[in-house]
């Protein structure tokens, strides 16, 4: 249960305050749209981006051994930092 526990929040901590979240806030104010619809619209598109994830991540997995995508992850995480406080 931990590593489902650890995948949630690592998940969920990413996605607070990201571009997704400020779109779907901003769908939300509009009073045309019903609530219930912009999230189940919302709530589709992220899991269905997160099936994308988990199909691409599983057949990676077969191929490259998870050590090494670990290690491009994190090296591309710190390239989009290091991008980001350079251009800002």
């Not at 650890?6 to 305050?17: D, H, P, Y």
């Amino acid at each position: 249960m931990k590593p489902y526990v650890a995948v949630f929040l690592s998940v969920f901590l990413a996605e607070l305050g990201d571009k997704t979240q400020l779109a779907t806030l901003f769908f939300a104010t509009d009073a045309a749209l019903s609530r219930w619809g912009v999230l189940a619209a919302a709530g589709g598109a992220l899991v269905l981006s997160t099936g994308l994830a988990v199909t691409a991540g599983s057949m990676l997995g077969g191929w490259v051994d998870g050590r090494h995508l670990k290690v491009v992850a994190a090296l591309g995480f710190l390239a989009i930092g290091l991008w980001i406080l350079v251009r800002g």
